[in-house]
T-cell receptor
Framework: ETGVTQSPTHLIKTRGQQVTLRCSSQ?????VSWYQQALGQGPQFIFQ???????GRGNFPPRFSGLQFPNYSSELNVNALELDDSALYLC?????????????FGPGTRLTVL | RKEVEQDPGPFNVPEGATVAFNCTYS??????FFWYRQDCRKEPKLLMS???SGNEDGRFTAQLNRASQYISLLIRDSKLSDSATYLC?????????????FGSGTRLQVQP
């Protein structure tokens, strides 16, 4: 096990609602990245947080937002949910300066939007 | 064009077979390369990093050709437990961002 935890494991929402997903990083890691994985696709980078600040963002609209806390845990918030937001949301923790930026993934939160 | 391209498969092979997966990437500035393994409905897990000189880990051999922007993974003596999706991953470190870019994955099914 990587030591990265995510909650909840599953979630069902309806269009237009808002959702918050949570991630606790592995001990000693200060960087958290979030990815969205649609069915049959590889994970797509949403954004990354380092020392409580956003440190890079993928091609996702502003209704995807996040936070990182002083203990390096992180939240992903999605507003105005759309059907296409249904996916597995993965967080990955890593440490700046780590070898080849190895990222350790949590088990994911499976979001279904109806 | 996707930044990382893989054959989606599936590759159906018998136990004991040798199977090879290929991957191409479009960003010549890519700096680090990996193969991840993902079991059904689970998170991706690092299988191995890929070094310019090529590297081997037991039955697994990874190769990188920077000139052709091509990465490969060879699995020898396939086991039933190797059945999974194999994700080709590159890392582009620009302006401090360290995001991984994934291919869509190649599915492997090893049959008895």
């Amino acid at each position: 096990e990587t030591g990265v935890t995510q909650s909840p494991t599953h979630l069902i929402k309806t269009r237009g609602q808002q959702v918050t997903l949570r991630c606790s990083s592995q001990s000693g890691h200060n960087t958290v990245s979030w990815y969205q994985q649609a069915l049959g696709q590889g994970p797509q980078f949403i954004f990354q947080y380092y020392r409580e600040e956003e440190n890079g963002r993928g091609n996702f609209p502003p209704r995807f937002s996040g936070l990182q806390f002083p203990n390096y845990s992180s939240e992903l918030n999605v507003n105005a949910l759309e059907l296409d937001d249904s996916a597995l949301y993965l967080c990955a923790s890593s440490s700046r300066g780590g070898t080849y930026n190895e990222q350790f993934f949590g088990p994911g939160t499976r979001l279904t939007v109806l | 064009r996707k930044e990382v391209e893989q054959d989606p498969g599936p590759f159906n092979v018998p136990e004991g077979a040798t199977v090879a997966f290929n991957c191409t990437y479009s960003n010549s500035a890519s700096q680090s390369f990996f193969w991840y393994r993902q079991d059904c409905r689970k998170e991706p897990k690092l299988l191995m990093s890929v070094y310019s000189s090529g590297n081997e880990d037991g039955r697994f051999t990874a190769q990188l050709n920077r000139a052709s922007q091509y990465i490969s993974l060879l699995i020898r003596d396939s086991k039933l437990s190797d059945s999974a999706t194999y994700l080709c991953v590159v890392n582009n470190v620009d302006t401090g961002r360290r995001a991984l870019t994934f291919g869509s994955g190649t599915r492997l099914q090893v049959q008895p």
